[in-house]
């Protein structure tokens, strides 16, 4: 049965700082591995979406990283900002669009 | 504007009271999904449905009951047998179920027990 772990739980980070959020998962038998921003009493806004022939993708500060072989995909945000805080979710999914989440890492971002 | 709508917001059940949660959406989508999330945890698949009038059960059903009579609406009623339905309840859609897109979110509805 797939699993999904992210470490850390929490994180705080002073402002500018870049910073690497890690998403581990148990069966490399995925279809796709997407990344959601989660704002308090929000549903999720899709970050990212790395298909599992693909090894990453970027969308401006943000840059994904998947590497199937090991279960192991990082989000990586540059020069962070007070507007980035939120909790960040990773989810692989099988084709048919039964994701499967993770706990979340609950970001803050001090000024 | 396109996108998912998910009502009520907020939500009161009593004991032994079956209550229903909307979901409408005019994204086109075929497949739709309820998941809910439990403080501090990821979401979990409650149901989900890849065309009309056909759905499969996800990982926690026990106690929750869909239908979807149009392709637009995929209400999820949350019976007196879920015993612990205090949760956030998010509904998504896909464009397709072989679709390698990201899947859109409603705003979710927050449901506490009276």
């Known amino acids: 049965k797939q699993e999904v772990t992210q470490i850390p739980a929490a994180l705080s980070v002073p402002e500018g700082e870049n910073l690497v959020l890690n998403c581990s998962f148990t069966?490399?038998?995925?279809?796709?591995l997407q990344w959601f921003r989660q704002d308090p009493g929000k549903g999720l806004t899709s970050l990212l979406l790395?298909?599992?022939?693909?090894r990453e993708q970027t969308s401006g500060r943000l840059n994904a990283s998947l590497d199937k072989s090991s279960g192991r995909s990082t989000l990586y945000i540059a020069a962070s900002q007070p507007g980035d805080s939120a909790t960040y979710l990773c989810?692989?999914?099988?084709?048919?669009?039964?994701?499967?989440f993770g706990q979340g890492t609950e970001l803050s971002v001090k000024p | 504007d396109g996108g998912i709508t998910q009502s009520p917001k907020y939500l009161f059940r009593k004991e032994g009271q079956n209550v229903t949660l909307s979901c409408e959406q005019n994204l086109n989508h075929d497949a739709m999904y309820w998941y809910r999330q439990d403080p501090g945890q990821g979401l979990r698949l409650i149901y989900y449905?890849?065309?009309?009038?056909?759905?499969q059960k996800g990982d926690i059903a026990e106690g929750y009951s869909v239908s979807r009579e149009k392709k637009e609406s995929f209400p999820l009623t949350v019976t007196s047998a879920q015993k612990n339905p205090t949760a956030f309840y998010l509904c998504?859609?896909?464009?397709?179920?072989?679709?390698?897109?990201?899947?859109?979110f409603g705003d979710g509805t927050r449901l506490s027990i009276l």
């Open positions: 998504a859609t896909l464009s397709d179920r072989a679709s390698n897109q990201p899947q859109h």
């Open positions: 069966d490399s038998a995925i279809y796709n």
């Open positions: 449905s890849q065309i009309v009038n056909d759905f």
């Open positions: 989810a692989v999914g099988p084709q048919g669009g039964k994701l499967i």
């Open positions: 790395i298909q599992s022939s693909q």
